[in-house]
C-alpha cells in the first residue's frame, strides 16, 4: 500500500457528535481550499491518492459521511439534506477552531454528487465552485425500485446469511471487477472499507434513491461534471444538464476505480476548474 505522510486524521464536531476527516496540504496557501466527500457505503479514505495529488499547492479535507467510515451515525437515515447539515456543521466547527477559512471548493463521487449538491444549496456563503463525478440520476421507475431494495434490504441475522451474501456481492464488485491497474492488496482494502459499516449499509442509498433531481436547478455556482465512462456515463449528462452553469469534461479512456488509476489525472482537472478565474 502506497504510505502518504502528509495526510493527518483528525475528528470535528456535528450535530451527529464527532465527525472523521482526513486533511494535507499547506495552510498558508493561497488558493482555496478543497473539500472532497465520498460515494457510499465508502470513507474519505477512497480518495487518499487524490487528496495527496491535490494537496501539493491547497488544503484539502475528506469527511466521512455520518454513519460511514469513522464518523458518528445519526439515530436514523436522515437523507441527502441531513448529511449536508451536518458537513455544514463541519465547516462551522473547523472554522471555529481557526482550521478553515473563507470559501471553499467542493468535490463529489456518486453519492457524493448529490451531498454536494445539497451543501452548495444549503451554504452558498461557503460554497464557491464544486465538481461531481456519476450523478446517479436513474429514471423514476428505477429509483423507486432501488428505495424499495434499500428500504427492505434485511437486517443482519444470527445465520449471518443476509450479511455473507452483501459481502460476497461487495467482493465480487470492488476485487473480482477491479480494473486491472488495481492490486490486488489495493483492491482488498477498498473492500475492508465499504465492508465496515454493515448494519447502515443502505442508510445513504434511502437518500439517494429518493432525492429531488429538479434540486439541480437550485445549484447556483459554477459546477464541473468529471465524467468517466461509466454506466453513469448518460444519465450523470443529463443531471448535469439540469444545473444552471455546468461544464462537462468527459474522461471515455477511463470506467472504473479512477482514484487509483489516474489520480493525478483528476487532480490536474478540478485545479484547471477550480482556479479558473
Not at 484539502?60 to 439515530?75: E, Q
Not at 470492488?174 to 465496515?196: C, E, G, I, M, Y
Not at 461534471?225 to 444538464?241: N, R, V
Not at 477511463?254 to 478565474?277: G, K, Q, T
Amino acid at each position: 500500500m502506497p504510505p502518504y505522510p502528509s495526510i493527518s486524521r483528525a475528528y470535528t464536531r456535528c450535530r451527529h457528535g464527532q465527525m472523521h476527516y482526513r486533511v494535507a496540504g499547506p495552510q498558508d496557501s493561497a488558493n482555496t481550499p478543497v473539500v472532497l466527500l465520498h460515494q457510499n457505503p465508502s470513507s474519505g479514505y477512497e480518495y487518499e491518492a487524490l487528496i495527496d495529488a491535490l494537496a501539493t499547492d491547497r488544503r484539502v479535507f475528506a469527511f466521512d459521511t455520518p454513519g460511514y467510515g469513522m464518523s458518528d451515525a445519526p439515530p436514523s437515515p436522515p437523507g441527502m439534506a441531513g448529511y449536508a447539515a451536518a458537513f455544514s456543521d463541519a465547516l462551522d466547527a473547523l472554522e471555529a477552531d481557526g482550521l478553515l477559512t473563507g470559501p471553499i471548493d467542493i468535490y463529489g463521487f456518486h453519492t457524493g454528487t448529490l451531498l454536494c449538491s445539497e451543501l452548495a444549496i444549503a451554504r452558498p456563503d461557503r460554497v464557491r465552485r464544486l465538481a461531481l463525478t456519476g450523478i446517479p440520476m436513474f429514471p423514476a421507475d428505477v429509483s423507486a425500485k432501488k428505495l424499495a431494495e434499500a428500504l427492505n434490504y434485511p437486517l443482519p441475522e444470527e445465520s449471518g446469511e443476509s450479511t455473507l451474501t452483501l459481502l460476497r456481492n461487495l467482493w465480487n464488485y470492488v476485487v473480482t471487477s477491479r480494473d486491472p491497474a488495481v492490486p490486488l492488496q489495493k483492491a482488498v482494502f477498498n473492500f475492508a472499507d465499504k465492508a465496515r459499516v454493515l448494519d447502515r449499509f443502505t442508510w445513504a442509498y434511502q437518500g439517494v434513491w429518493s432525492w429531488d433531481y429538479s434540486r439541480l436547478g437550485l445549484v447556483a455556482q459554477p459546477a464541473l461534471l468529471l465524467q468517466p465512462a461509466e454506466d453513469l456515463l448518460e444519465l450523470a449528462k443529463a443531471a448535469a444538464a439540469l444545473m444552471p452553469d455546468c461544464t462537462i469534461v468527459e474522461m471515455l479512456d477511463l470506467d472504473r476505480d479512477i482514484f487509483d488509476v489516474a489520480p493525478e489525472r483528476i487532480a490536474n482537472e478540478l485545479r484547471r476548474f477550480f482556479d479558473h478565474a
